[in-house]
């Protein structure tokens, strides 16, 4: 395991060089689905190493020698945080004690709220999605911005920092979006250029959409209630859904019903502007997912006119070029 980590960062010595340069303290070290021992990651966010097993933990000595490992590469220290998520459904396991402490990372020149430990499973900030964070710092200048299914809204405060005009956020969790605004203000942004909206995706994207809202009711209930939002398009939406959710507005599937997520998201878009989407489900292939939303992109009369691949940085090597993460620039 340690010769194939520092087989790792040896071909990785040439992108810390690089994301160093750009002020990026955040990345991964290693991928172990394709770099030799599936199920186990290891990555950096700011001050701490963060090491994540999927499949079979490790001990804490195996986890301190990939420590030393990092750090001589590196040329400095780290905090260990280690999460083992190789129970059922990929849960957090382990009972270390959640600090108090807030850290700091950096991506792009952009800070970041990092932590290993949290109250929730995933990381803070999502290190494949660099890519698509780095494309909207290149062309969100002067845009309006929508950002669904924001999470803790990396996309939408590298959009404000680039200079986008107007960036509205959409979650459901209310967690995430605290931690949003708390990026947001690390970043010294103004609260009236970048807005956090705490909505269920389906009530909020149709209703920017101006699409009417439909809901599950059982016999002898009540609708359940929704915030509202006025009807409005964007210069760029950007749409990064999970992989399977479920609400009484609708259904999130991303391998059989991906068009119910990209319709009211297309929609919501101006014309002559752009959709990023994302589709992270490995057993999807990009070109059947593609044919899938230009199909939905074309029956909602709004073809495509142009279509771009963003690809996942080389700190997430794939061999065969068959990526989990697809995300795509739809021109309309």
Known sequence: MIALLQQALANRTGLLDQLHNENTDCYRLFHGTNEGCSGLTV???GPQLLIQTFHQSISQTDAEQIQ???EEQLGKP????????????????????????????????????????HQGQDP?????????????QQNAADKSVLNLFSYTCGVG????????????NVDFSTRSLDVGKRN??????????????QSDFFTAAKQLAGIPIKQRVGRGRKPKPFPHIDEEQFDLVFLDPPRWAKSAFGTVDLIRDYPSVLKPSLLAVKEGGQLVCANNVASVGLDDWLDVVRRCAS??????RELDIITPESDFPSPDGKYPLKLAVLQF
């Open 78 to 117: 780290l905090q260990l945080v280690y999460n083992d998520r190789s129970q059922k459904n990929s849960r957090r396991s382990d009972e270390q004690r959640i600090d108090g402490q807030e850290y700091t990372g950096l991506e792009l020149g952009v800070s970041y709220l990092v932590k290993g430990k």
């Open 299 to 304: 029956k909602a009369g709004r073809p495509v």
């Open 43 to 45: 990555d950096r966010y």
């Open 157 to 168: 405060v590298v959009a404000a920092s680039a200079g986008a005009n107007r960036v509205l």
């Open 184 to 197: 947001a203000e690390l970043n010294n942004l103004d609260r009236s250029q970048i807005e956090f909206f």
């Open 124 to 136: 803070l900030l999502f290190l494949d999605m660099r890519a698509g964070r780095r494309w909207v």
């Open 68 to 70: 030393q490992a990092v």
